[in-house]
């Protein structure tokens, strides 16, 4: 039997800051994207052959589409990426009026309404929004964010959460079935967190010394499983930790890279976690002691995740 929740690296390819991964059980793959590499790459679990295609700008995040292929959302605007093709296509215009911003971490609800965040590019000024994308058309849900990530939403469709990354925030929104939000608050916030013991055997080389400058990172990537549990990656973090639905924090799962980015629930019962990591931030010298830092990691569950949903309008 496979041990719980201990990563292994199925993919080393060395990111600088891999990002949004999402599963297709239609062709048994893991798509995700590079934001700096300005790539998109997909990675076949049965065999474990991979794809690399290359985006038009940086790129935060890749959604599934129902009719088949994928939304990318990259620093220009969203694009319809056909992946036979290699194609991108430009659907719309985001933000043309802020050069310095990009798109970054996304999100498609059982409603197969897109959501997003944008951010500025050089992580200093709060111009960052949370989008929705429907048949409708695009609009603004919240701002005043610097790092946006997420967003991720409730099985029962009536919670979302979304991340201000440098706050090391969780905030949570009611969210309405014709995905209005509102009664924004914090779900849980970094270095604040209390639990019964979620402390882990795992110590890495650099792992101590890294958090000295860090302390426990910061929220990057949420992702809700079927229980209703918040797993929520930590950037210079070394791991993903695991909330209950009430802000408690259940446990984390350590990896032996300080950068994790997001995760996905996938195999045929949704008990596989893949991890994007990045090397983005680290010194030489760290680089030296994570030699996997922007690696695709995978550890088993016993909690399935929820299934992919797919955007319905495009």
């Known amino acids: 039997m496979t041990e719980l929740f201990k990563p292994t690296c199925v993919w080393d390819l060395k990111a600088t800051l891999g990002e949004g991964p999402v599963w297709s059980a239609k062709d048994h793959a893991v798509w995700f994207v590079d934001i700096k590499q300005q790539k998109v790459h997909r990675y076949d679990v049965a065999v474990g052959s991979h794809r690399t295609f290359h985006a038009p700008s940086p790129c935060g995040f890749i959604a599934p589409k129902r009719r088949g292929g994928f939304v990318v959302g990259c620093k220009t605007g969203l694009f319809d990426f056909d992946p036979k093709a290699e194609t991108f296509t430009l659907l719309t215009h985001v933000e043309p009026g802020l050069p310095t911003n990009r798109l970054n971490d996304g999100f498609v609800d059982r409603h197969g309404r897109l959501w997003f965040g944008s951010m500025d590019d050089a992580e200093e000024q709060p111009t960052g929004k949370l989008y929705r994308y429907d048949a409708r058309g695009l609009k603004v849900m919240d701002d005043d964010y610097v790092i946006t990530n997420g967003p991720a939403v409730s099985p029962d469709g009536k919670t979302l959460y979304h991340n201000d990354t440098l706050k ?100 045929h019962d949704l008990k596989t976690v893949y991890v994007t990591t990045a090397a983005k931030g680290l010194s030489a010298e760290e680089l030296k002691q994570q030699p996997l830092a922007g690696g695709l990691f995978r550890f088993e569950v016993d909690i399935s995740g929820q299934p992919q949903y797919e955007i319905e309008h495009v």
Not at 181 to 203: E, G, H, I, Q, W
Not at 212 to 238: Q, R, T
């Open 168 to 267: 090391k925030i969780i905030y949570a929104f009611d969210l309405s079935d014709d995905g209005h939000l509102s009664n924004k608050r914090v779900f849980a916030r970094l270095d604040a967190d209390t639990s019964a013991d979620v402390s882990s055997p795992v110590c890495y080389a650099g792992e101590l010394e890294h958090r000295k400058a860090h302390g426990e990172g910061y929220m990057d990537g949420p992702v809700v499983d079927s229980a209703g549990n918040i797993w929520n990656s930590l950037f210079f973090g070394w791991g993903v930790n695991c909330y209950a639905p009430d802000g408690r924090l259940l446990r984390k799962v350590s990896l032996p890279v300080s950068n994790v980015t997001k995760i996905a629930f996938g195999g």
